[in-house]
Each structure stands twice: as structure tokens, then as C-alpha cells.
């Protein structure tokens, strides 16, 4: 399972990437330099930017609050699908004690 990382060092190193992008060629270097410097992983550094960027709207992409919604939406249809097959198995086994030639 990954590592909670406190809200306020995620804040500080996009702060970090976004102040100093112009001074590295890519996105990616500068997410390592300030990854480095922070002690926390590259790439959660550069997806935690690109998201960033998405809610800010300078990006195209689904914002914070999407993912969030979808991610709930996703769960709740997982339920109902197992609910689904619960009934759908229970009408099976009703169906069968209530047929005559069963008895």
C-alpha cells in the first residue's frame, strides 16, 4: 500500500516544480531535482504537478473533484452489481424450492 504523504510537503514541492519549471528543460527534471531534494518519489512529484495543472485549468484532463466523484460512483456500482448477483442467485434457489417437481 503506498505511503500517505503529508498534504503540506505535497503543496510545497508542486509550489517548488511550478516556480522553478522555466530553469529545466522538461517537467520531468525539474519534478526529479525537487523530488530529490524532498526525499519523495519523481514520478508522484510530476503526477502531483499535471494535476495540479489540470484543477488549475491550464491542463485538459478530469480535475480532483472528478476523480473523487468517479472513483465513488465506481464503488457504488460494484456494490450494486454484487447486490445484483445476490438476488439474481436467491431468485435461482426460490425459483427451484417453489417448483412442484421438487417435492
Given at each position: 500500500?503506498?505511503?500517505?504523504?503529508?498534504?503540506?510537503?505535497?503543496?510545497?514541492?508542486?509550489?517548488?516544480?511550478?516556480?522553478?519549471?522555466?530553469?529545466?528543460?522538461?517537467?520531468?527534471?525539474?519534478?526529479?531535482?525537487?523530488?530529490?531534494?524532498?526525499?519523495?518519489?519523481?514520478?508522484?512529484?510530476?503526477?502531483?504537478?499535471?494535476?495540479?495543472?489540470?484543477?488549475?485549468?491550464?491542463?485538459?484532463?478530469?480535475?480532483?473533484?472528478?476523480?473523487?466523484?468517479?472513483?465513488?460512483l465506481k464503488d457504488k456500482v460494484r456494490r450494486l452489481e454484487e447486490d445484483n448477483e445476490i438476488l439474481?442467485?436467491?431468485?435461482?434457489?426460490?425459483?427451484?424450492?417453489?417448483?412442484?417437481?421438487?417435492?
Amino acid at each position: 500500500m503506498p505511503k500517505k504523504i503529508d498534504p503540506k510537503v505535497r503543496e510545497r514541492c508542486v509550489r517548488m516544480v511550478l516556480e522553478h519549471l522555466p530553469e529545466y528543460p522538461s517537467l520531468t527534471a525539474a519534478a526529479e531535482a525537487v523530488a530529490r531534494r524532498e526525499n519523495v518519489g519523481k514520478e508522484s512529484v510530476r503526477r502531483w504537478v499535471i494535476q495540479a495543472q489540470i484543477d488549475g485549468g491550464q491542463r485538459q484532463g478530469a480535475t480532483s473533484e472528478e476523480l473523487t466523484e468517479i472513483k465513488k460512483l465506481k464503488d457504488k456500482v460494484r456494490r450494486l452489481e454484487e447486490d445484483n448477483e445476490i438476488l439474481r442467485r436467491a431468485s435461482i434457489f426460490f425459483a427451484g424450492e417453489l417448483d412442484p417437481r421438487n417435492r
